[in-house]
């Protein structure tokens, strides 16, 4: 396998941002996302996050075995996630609020709501919405995006666990992985779904289940890695299981979806191939252009008024979101990331 810093990841990560980017702008303006439109079990936001846990799953991985010390591990990960959530955070409640509530400026800071919302620099717990803020939008949510850095905090924690147990292997991954897989199924095979699974509502199990199911399976691409041969041929078998999922019952269409997607995605990110490496050159844009995107939408669509048309909403949200991405990277993630030891 290729040296693991020199792929095309960073590219494949700014496009899967942008790919829920471009999903979230069509539910905010309640239209059908396209890709859902062709294919009944995936859109352009999902398959977005479903490549970030994928990714998040080989190079997480990585960073505890590289280390293999749960300390510093967590600090890293800390390091990566949280500067750039405080910054944004505090930006929403202190700049973004003031500037659109409904409310007067001393209602908004008077509201035991608004103070609350900082909780959400902690991850745990989120809270989605500000006094008197986007209650105009279709939605009223500051940052739906945020949702998915509880999940995958707590499948850091997981690593950092199974690496501490001393068994951070392949073999118990795969198993761990077959495991998940047999719950999503259980979903399908019982009619009507349970309404709770292990104490916890079913809806709730059953999308944590699938996101911890695809970064089990970056996880163990990773794990496996000096077995694991990346080519053309096995390429081609997982473009046909992506392929073959579409015309598959419910069943099995969403999981050799996620099966095929996995391996095609860690071979894209190895690919040698020209100019996609060189995205990265000037920073890694992703995590800053997913943090930022949904509020700068909802802005966005509240300054081009009640009926604005799609591709100025597109146009203005995309060049504003990356251009905060960039300031992110700069001036907040870069700076974290160099603290890391």
Same mark, same amino acid.
């Given at each position: 396998m290729q040296a693991i810093h020199?792929?095309?990841?960073? *590219?494949?990560?700014?496009?899967?941002?942008?790919?829920?980017?471009?999903?979230?702008?069509?539910?905010l303006?309640? =239209?059908? $996302?396209?890709?859902?439109?062709?294919?009944? *079990?995936?859109?352009?936001?999902? %398959?977005?996050?479903?490549?970030?846990? /994928?990714?998040?799953?080989?190079?997480?991985?990585?960073?505890y075995n590289n280390n293999k010390r749960f300390l510093p591990y967590m600090r890293n990960r800390a390091l990566r996630i949280l500067p750039a959530l405080f910054v944004v955070v505090l930006l929403s409640v202190f700049v973004l609020g003031p500037l659109v509530t409904t409310l007067s400026i001393g209602d908004y800071f008077s509201n035991h709501i608004t103070w609350r919302y900082l909780k959400c620099m902690l991850i745990f717990p989120l809270q989605y919405d500000l006094p008197g803020v986007f209650t105009h939008n279709a939605m009223?949510?500051?940052?739906?995006?945020?949702?998915?850095?509880?999940?995958?905090?707590? =499948?850091?924690?997981?690593?950092a666990l199974l690496g501490v147990?001393?068994?951070?292997? #392949?073999? =118990?991954?795969?198993?761990?992985?077959?495991?998940?897989?047999? /719950?999503?199924?259980?979903?399908y095979v019982t009619v009507p779904p349970p309404e709770k699974l292990f104490t916890v509502k079913w809806g709730k199990l059953e999308l944590a289940v699938k996101l911890a199911s695809q970064f089990?399976?970056?996880?163990?691409?990773? =794990?496996?890695? $000096?077995?694991?041969?990346?080519?053309?041929?096995?390429?081609?078998?997982?473009?046909?299981? %992506?392929?073959?999922? %579409?015309?598959l019952p419910a069943i099995?269409?969403?999981?050799?979806? $996620?099966?095929?997607?996995?391996?095609?995605?860690?071979?894209?990110?190895?690919?040698?191939?020209?100019?996609? #490496?060189?995205?990265?050159?000037?920073? $890694?844009?992703?995590?800053?252009?997913?943090?930022y995107a949904f509020p700068i939408q909802q802005l966005s669509l509240q300054l081009l008024g009640s009926d604005p048309?799609?591709?100025? !909403?597109? !146009?203005?949200?995309?060049?504003a979101t990356f251009l905060c991405a960039i300031l992110s990277w700069h001036f907040v993630e870069n700076p974290a990331l160099s603290l890391k030891r």
């Open positions: 020199r792929n095309n990841f960073d *590219f494949i990560r700014l496009s899967a941002a942008i790919m829920v980017w471009y999903g979230h702008c069509y539910a303006v309640k =239209l059908n $996302d396209p890709l859902e439109r062709a294919i009944s *079990f995936e859109a352009f936001g999902s %398959l977005g996050v479903t490549i970030f846990f /994928i990714i998040s799953g080989y190079f997480v991985t990585a960073s009223s949510a500051v940052n739906g995006s945020l949702w998915t850095l509880q999940h995958e905090l707590r =499948l850091y924690i997981v690593i147990l001393g068994i951070l292997r #392949p073999r =118990l991954m795969l198993v761990l992985l077959v495991g998940l897989y047999v /719950i999503r199924m259980y979903g089990a399976g970056g996880a163990l691409m990773y =794990l496996a890695r $000096d077995k694991l041969i990346l080519c053309k041929k096995y390429f081609v078998i997982a473009l046909l299981l %992506l392929g073959g999922s %579409l015309f099995a269409n969403s999981m050799l979806f $996620d099966i095929g997607l996995t391996y095609a995605v860690i071979y894209l990110g190895f690919l040698k191939l020209p100019l996609l #490496p060189m995205a990265g050159k000037y920073g $890694d844009f992703s995590y800053g252009f997913y943090l048309g799609f591709g100025a !909403f597109l !146009f203005t949200s995309f060049v």
